[in-house]
């Protein structure tokens, strides 16, 4: 992987961004309509190519049990690390959470693209088991830091709630559900649902999951906001260099450490060096957290991560 492969990872997604934040400054798109796009590409989109990809997907030669380890582990240190620096880092409650969910969510958009670029369809596989491991463990973190910590009240069933109807959640358990099937019901006689069936099924999910990442980058750029000054440039800088710096700095170690290799390596390195996710925006504005600190701090990591990235994927593949 050189420079050149790196750049056609990269620059396609940079320009889609750019695009998105035009379309909605200039392109006369509307608040109520990147709200419904939006809405679409995270409850359907994302989803559909989620289940069809990981359904389809050979992890035979993939170090499957080692990936799990190094994005759940790499997790669970910058969840760690964000909450000990706490005070240091915000001024309140919920500042703290847009903190945390600048730390440790990513963009699973922008993740996809570039394994997409770098490694094909198996690197769409390796992505998506990536989200697999990581959107569970983000999302119940980051669901719990909001409950106790942002301005709404969410107590006991409205947390699991929260957690369990997560459409990336339940179309990941969905997908590793129809992968640890698939071979054994090959040896099985018909079922009740015609093969035609499931086959139209297949692609129609499949066209589906073809949108997500176009569309999910457009709408990456349109939730981009201008950072605010004043009493946010700490939380922000705590939350960007936790996100782009430590969080990837851990993972190689880790990678390392465990002795993961080939793609499996690099894949887990990129999703570990991303910028925060734009979702994270909409789950601070629904569950109480501080809204305007949180589209600032996606807004200033997507800009850095742009160069950060490159440096995170050459360093992962010397490991690999």
């Known amino acids: 992987m050189d420079l050149t492969t790196i750049a056609s990872a990269l620059v396609p997604t940079a320009l889609l961004i750019g695009f998105g934040a035009a379309l909605r400054r200039l392109g006369g798109f509307g608040e109520p309509f990147w709200t419904g796009v939006e809405g679409l590409t995270y409850n359907f989109l994302l989803p559909a190519l989620f289940i069809v990809t990981?359904?389809?997907?050979?992890?035979?030669?993939?170090?499957v049990g080692l990936m799990a380890l190094v994005l759940a582990a790499t997790t669970l240190v910058g969840a760690s690390?964000?909450?000990?620096?706490?005070?240091?880092?915000?001024?309140?409650?919920?500042?703290?959470?847009?903190?945390?969910?600048?730390?440790?969510?990513?963009?699973?958009?922008?993740?996809?693209?570039?394994?997409?670029?770098?490694?094909?369809?198996?690197?769409?596989?390796?992505?998506?088991?990536?989200?697999?491991?990581?959107?569970?463990?983000?999302?119940v973190l980051?669901?719990?830091?909001?409950a106790k910590h942002g301005h709404a009240e969410m107590r006991g069933l409205r947390v699991l709630?929260?957690?369990?109807?997560?459409?990336?959640?339940?179309?990941?358990?969905?997908?590793?559900?129809?992968n640890l099937l698939r071979e054994p019901t090959a040896a099985l006689p018909a079922g009740p649902v015609p093969a035609a069936v499931l086959g139209v099924a297949a692609s129609t999910l499949s066209i589906l999951g073809q949108a997500a990442l176009p569309i999910g980058l457009l709408c990456v750029g349109s939730g981009l906001q201008r950072p605010?000054?004043?009493?946010?440039?700490?939380?922000?800088?705590?939350?960007?260099?936790?996100?782009?710096?430590?969080?990837?700095?851990t993972a190689l170690a880790l990678v390392h450490l465990t002795g993961l290799r080939g793609d499996a390596a690099v894949v887990s390195l990129v999703f570990l060096s991303l910028p925060t996710a734009s979702s994270a925006y909409v789950l601070a504005r629904r569950l109480g957290g501080d809204a305007p600190l949180m589209a600032s701090i996606t807004a200033v990591q997507t800009g850095i991560a742009l160069l950060t990235v490159p440096v995170w994927m050459l360093l992962g593949q010397a490991y690999a």
């Open 54 to 63: 990981l359904a389809r997907a050979d992890f035979g030669s993939v170090q």
């Open 81 to 139: 690390v964000t909450t000990l620096l706490r005070r240091v880092a915000s001024h309140d409650g919920p500042a703290f959470t847009s903190v945390f969910q600048g730390a440790i969510r990513f963009n699973n958009y922008v993740g996809l693209v570039i394994a997409s670029a770098l490694f094909g369809q198996q690197g769409v596989a390796l992505a998506a088991f990536a989200n697999a491991v990581l959107v569970p463990i983000v999302n």
């Open 142 to 146: 980051s669901t719990f830091v909001l």
């Open 161 to 178: 709630k929260a957690i369990a109807t997560n459409p990336l959640v339940v179309s990941c358990l969905i997908g590793l559900g129809l």
């Open 228 to 249: 605010e000054g004043g009493r946010q440039a700490r939380s922000i800088t705590v939350s960007t260099v936790l996100r782009l710096l430590v969080m990837p700095a």
